[in-house]
């Protein structure tokens, strides 16, 4: 699974250096994603897709967290009604259901980068440009610092995570 860093940046001048430096690491222009701000418009870089735009990986985590609850739930009053009737093997099941989604929580919420281009939406009301970056999780550190180590004007934005597969 790649992550999607987000940089935010305040004009397609800025964003054209950041680019180039980005690639200039090895990073493949199509691993590259620019979403232009309220009222920007966009002539050089590389644009999002739709799909993208619509933060896909944002909607399909939290899809993926209310599924993951609403298992939790029913199993929990299965649980409760196998206890009510004594049933040791449903018991079992459900306690097993129960803590798997516990665990399945625990990870989610602990290990997977939370940050979606739906957080960020407030940059973009303003004018200012995002630009999506995706990456080997072991290249995260190496393109932050390309990004900011020359451009005192970069914010970074945060880590998510994405699905290159999918397209999302």
Do not use: C
Request: overall charge neutral; hydrophobic content about 50%.
């Amino acid at each position: 699974m790649y992550r999607r860093l987000f940089f935010v940046l305040p004009d397609e001048t800025h964003a054209m250096q950041v680019v180039h430096d980005i690639e200039a690491s090895g990073v493949d222009h199509n691993h590259i994603h620019v979403v232009p701000g309220h009222r920007v418009t966009l002539a050089q870089l590389h644009l999002a897709t739709p799909r993208q735009q619509r933060d896909a990986a944002g909607r399909i985590g939290k899809m993926i967290w209310i599924t993951n609850l609403v298992i939790f739930f029913i199993a929990l009053i299965g649980l409760i009604q196998a206890l009510a009737r004594n049933s040791v093997l449903w018991t079992a099941v459900a306690l097993l259901v129960v803590t798997a989604t516990i665990v399945a929580g625990v990870l989610f919420a602990s290990r997977v980068p939370g940050t979606h281009l739906g957080d960020l939406r407030s940059a973009l009301s303003h004018g200012d440009i995002v630009l999506m970056v995706d990456v080997p999780k072991a290249r995260v550190h190496e393109i932050e610092e390309v990004a900011e180590r020359h451009h005192p004007e970069v914010t970074a934005g945060g880590v998510g995570w994405i699905i290159g597969v999918l397209g999302v």
